[in-house]
C-alpha cells in the first residue's frame, strides 16, 4: 500500500467528518501548521466549523479527499469508511474506539473491526482507536489534540501504538526534527512495518524510531528492514510488552531461560535494528542517526575540563561495547600544540580550563579529539541555567570543529536540563549532535553502532497445532539423530533381564536413567560411572519402569545447553547457553532465530560467560567448534523439517570434547 500511504500522509486536501472538539483540534491544528490544502469539514448539521464551510454528507465533496479524520461513533465510522473507500478517497484515520481493544468487555468488538476492514477494501486505514498522523514537513495533519510539531525541511519519522505516547514525543525541546509522527492504534488493516516502509520513500526522512508494543506480521518487518538498509535510512526500536507465548512451554529449562523477551531481541537483532530501553535514549538515538547516520564502530572519545566528568563517563560506558581507543602520535601532537605541556594527554582528556573563553585554542583543541580512529567525539559542557553568557564560546568552538574536520562531533550535557533548547537548536542546524545526558549519549552511540544488514534468509515460522506430546529420551534422540545429531550408544529396555544383556552389549562404564521422568536429576534418576556388574541393582534403585542405557562419554571439556522453543509471536527461538543440572542457576545463555548459519551459531557461542572455557581456559583444551556447531544445526534441521509439529526442543548436556559434541539427554515436545 505504499503509493496510496503516501497519498495519505502527503495529502492535497483534508475532510474531517464531525463536529465534536475533537474534530475541531484537527482543523486548528492544521491552521497552527500552515497546512496549504483544502480542509472539507462534514456534519449532518452544521453550516460552519472552525470559520470552514460544511458539507452535510460525505458525498456532497467536491472529491475524493486525499485524508479523512473520521471523528463519530464505531457504528458510524464503519458506514463512513465504507462509502470513502467507494469513492476513491487516500486514506482515512479512524479515530473512534471499542473495536478489538475493547473485546474484552464487548463481544462486539472483534466483529466490528472486521466490518471495519471489509468496509475499508483497498482504501489504507489507521486505527481504529487511533490519534492518526503529524507531517511536520508539509504542515498535514489528521491529529485531534495538541502537538509540539514545528514545520521542518528534513528530519525523523516516528511510529507508535501509543497515541499517548506519540503526543508526549512530539513535545521534546531536544532540537530533534520531527517530519512524521504516526500513531497505529489497532493497526487493524495496515500495520506499523507496512506504515514505516511507506515513509522510507519520503527522501526528507533520515531516521525512523519505532516505539513497538507487537511486531505482528513477522514479514513485514523484514521486508522493512530489507527496504531501510537498501534506502539507507536507519531504524531504532523501542521494544516493550513481552511474548507470554514462549513461556507457555514448560517441560524444558529452555522455556524458563528463554523468558518472554528473547524472541523479540533475537528477532531485532536478525532485522539490524538496535534496540533501546527508555524515550530519551530513543530520542537522543535519533539526533545522532539524523546527522550523521549509523556508527562505524563503538570507538568514541571524550573531551572535557573536570577530572570528575572524565572519570564519569569512563565509567558509565563500561558495559555497553563502547570504547575510548589510545590518543595516536598525530592526535598528542595536535594536543600538545594547543594545550602545552601542563595536561596530560588520555582519552577521555581533561583540559582542565587553561583555555576557556578562547574559541580558537578551545577549537584546536577539541578537534584533536577526532580522527580516523574515532567514530564520536564528545565535548561535555554543561550549560548553567543562571549566566550562560560565556559559554557561548563551547556552542561555536563546536560549531567550528564540525565545520573545520567533518567529523562526528557531539556536545554533551550531564544533565539533560543543562542543555537549553535554543542551543541545542542551534547545534543541530550547524551538525553537532547536541546530547542531552551523558547515558543518553552513550546510549545513542551504542544503537546507532549496532545497525546492521538485515539476515536475508527469513524467520522459520511455526505451526499452531498444541504440542501435547512429549517424546521419551530415547525417541527424541532418535529423531534428532536421524537429522546428523551425534548421541551415544544406548539401549531403551524393561525387566533385570534386558539390562543385563545390554551392559553385556555396551561399552562401560554406562549412564543408566529413568525414562518418562521430564527432569530426571530431581528425582535421583540418573545414576553416572555404572560398571556392568552393578547395572541391575542400580536400575531397580531408580524405580522406573523402564530404564535407558548408554555409553558415557569421556574427556568433556565443558557441557552446553541447546534449546528451541516455539514462539508464536518471533518464530523459533534458538537458546545456547551454559548447560548441565546447573544450568538454571548460571543463567549464561544467548538466543537466536532459526534458521541461524554456522557462523552466527559460533558468534551466538562466543558471547557466553564461559566462551573461554570453550576456546580453552588456562592451558587446557578448548573444544572442538565446529562440531557444536554441526550438533546445533543438527538441531535446528529437526525443528526446520518439523516445524508444523514441533513446540520445544532441548540436548542438556551437549557434551563438548576437544573433538567431537555428543547429545547425551534429549526432549522433544510436539503435536
Known amino acids: 500500500m505504499t503509493k496510496t500511504l503516501t497519498r495519505l500522509f502527503q495529502p492535497k486536501s483534508i475532510a474531517v467528518i464531525g463536529g465534536g472538539a475533537w474534530c475541531q483540534q484537527v482543523i486548528r491544528q492544521c491552521e497552527r501548521l500552515e497546512y496549504e490544502g483544502a ?41 463512513a469508511v465504507a462509502a470513502l473507500s467507494q469513492m476513491g478517497a487516500g486514506g482515512a484515520v479512524c479515530f473512534a474506539s471499542g473495536f478489538s481493544e475493547a473485546a474484552a468487555e464487548d463481544d462486539a468488538g472483534d466483529d466490528l473491526q472486521a466490518q471495519l476492514v471489509a468496509a475499508a477494501g483497498e482504501m489504507p486505514i489507521l486505527g481504529p482507536n487511533c490519534y492518526g498522523f503529524v507531517n511536520g514537513l508539509d504542515g498535514a495533519l489528521l491529529w485531534p489534540d495538541q502537538h509540539g510539531c514545528t514545520r521542518v525541511e528534513k528530519g525523523v519519522a516516528i511510529l507508535t501504538q501509543s497515541s499517548n505516547i506519540a503526543i508526549n514525543l512530539t513535545m521534546q525541546a531536544r532540537g530533534l526534527p520531527i517530519a512524521y509522527v504516526v500513531t497505529c ?157 601542563m595536561v596530560a594527554l588520555n582519552n577521555p582528556l581533561d583540559y582542565h580550563t587553561y583555555i576557556w573563553r578562547d574559541e580558537p585554542a578551545m577549537t584546536k583543541a577539541w578537534s584533536g579529539m577526532t580522527g580516523d580512529n574515532i567514530s564520536m567525539t564528545f565535548s561535555i559542557v554543561d550549560y548553567p541555567t543562571t549566566d550562560a553568557t560565556d559559554w557561548v564560546h563551547a556552542t561555536n568552538a563546536a560549531l567550528a570543529v564540525r565545520a573545520e574536520t567533518g567529523a562526528r562531533f557531539g556536545i554533551a550535557a550531564t544533565l539533560p536540563e543543562l542543555l537549553p533548547q535554543d542551543v541545542a537548536q542551534t547545534l543541530m542546524e550547524g551538525g553537532v549532535v547536541p546530547f542531552m545526558g551523558l ?24 505451526g499452531e497445532a498444541d504440542a501435547e506430546r512429549t517424546l521419551s529420551e530415547a525417541e527424541s534422540k532418535d529423531a534428532l539423530a536421524a537429522h546428523g545429531l551425534v548421541t551415544p550408544q544406548n539401549r531403551s529396555v524393561s525387566g533385570a533381564d534386558a539390562v543385563a544383556q545390554a551392559a553385556a552389549e555396551l561399552r562401560p562404564p554406562f549412564a543408566i536413567k529413568g525414562v518418562g521422568l521430564a527432569h530426571k536429576s530431581e528425582h535421583a534418576a540418573v545414576r553416572l560411572e555404572i560398571q556392568p556388574e552393578d547395572a541391575v541393582l542400580v536400575a531397580q534403585e531408580i524405580g522406573t519402569e523402564e530404564i535407558l542405557i548408554e555409553e558415557m562419554i569421556t574427556g568433556t571439556v565443558t557441557e552446553l545447553l541447546v534449546g528451541v522453543v516455539r514462539d508464536p509471536a ?31 551459531i559460533k558468534t551466538a557461542l562466543s558471547q557466553l560467560k564461559i566462551a573461554p572455557v570453550l576456546a ?36 542438556n548436556p551437549l557434551l563438548c570434547t576437544p573433538d567431537r559434541a555428543v547429545a547425551v539427554d534429549a526432549l522433544i515436545r510436539k503435536a
Request: proline fraction near 6%; include cysteine.
Open 39 to 79: 480542509i472539507w469539514p462534514v456534519h449532518p448539521k452544521a453550516d460552519v466549523i472552525s470559520g470552514h464551510a460544511v458539507f452535510q454528507t460525505i458525498e456532497d465533496l467536491p472529491s475524493a479527499p486525499d485524508a479523512v479524520f473520521i471523528g463519530i461513533n464505531r457504528h458510524a465510522t464503519i458506514e
Open 185 to 341: 492504534g489497532n493497526m487493524a488493516q495496515t500495520t506499523q512495518a507496512e506504515i514505516a516502509a511507506s515513509l522510507l520513500d519520503d527522501p526528507r526522512v533520515t531516521a525512523i524510531g519505532l516505539h513497538i508494543e507487537g511486531f505482528k506480521d513477522l514479514r513485514d518487518w523484514e521486508a522493512l528492514a530489507a527496504k531501510a538498509w537498501e534506502k539507507g535510512v536507519p531504524l531504532v526500536a523501542l521494544k516493550v510488552g513481552a511474548s507470554e507465548q514462549a513461556q507457555q512451554a514448560t517441560v524444558s529449562h529452555t522455556a524458563s531461560l528463554a523468558g518472554s523477551d528473547a524472541g523479540a531481541q533475537a528477532f531485532l537483532d536478525r532485522l539490524g535494528i538496535p534496540r533501546v530501553q527508555a524515550l530519551p535514549d530513543l530520542l537522543e538515538t535519533l539526533k545522532l542517526l539524523h546527522c550523521y547516520g549509523p556508527m562505524p564502530d563503538g570507538a568514541i572519545a571524550s573531551i572535557s575540563c573536570s577530572g570528575g566528568e572524565a572519570s564519569l563517563i569512563a565509567d558509565m560506558a563500561v558495559g555497553t561495547g563502547l570504547d575510548f581507543p589510545k590518543l595516536t602520535d598525530g592526535q598528542k601532537t595536535h594536543l600538545r600544540d594547543a594545550l602545552g605541556p
Open 439 to 462: 547515558r543518553e549519549a552513550l546510549a545513542a552511540c551504542q544503537a546507532a553502532s549496532n545497525i546492521r544488514k538485515p539476515a536475508e534468509a527469513p524467520v522459520c515460522l511455526p
Open 570 to 600: 518471533h518464530g523459533f527461538v534458538l537458546t545456547l547457553g551454559a548447560g548441565g543440572v546447573l544450568t538454571e542457576v548460571l543463567r549464561d545463555t544467548t538466543s537466536l532465530l532459526l534458521p541461524a548459519s554456522a557462523d552466527e
Open 616 to 651: 580453552g581456559y588456562r592451558g587446557k583444551p578448548g573444544v572442538d567448534m565446529d562440531a557444536v556447531a554441526a550438533a546445533v544445526t543438527a538441531i535446528q534441521d529437526y525443528v526446520i523439517a518439523n516445524a508444523d509439529s514441533v513446540g520445544e526442543v532441548e540436548v
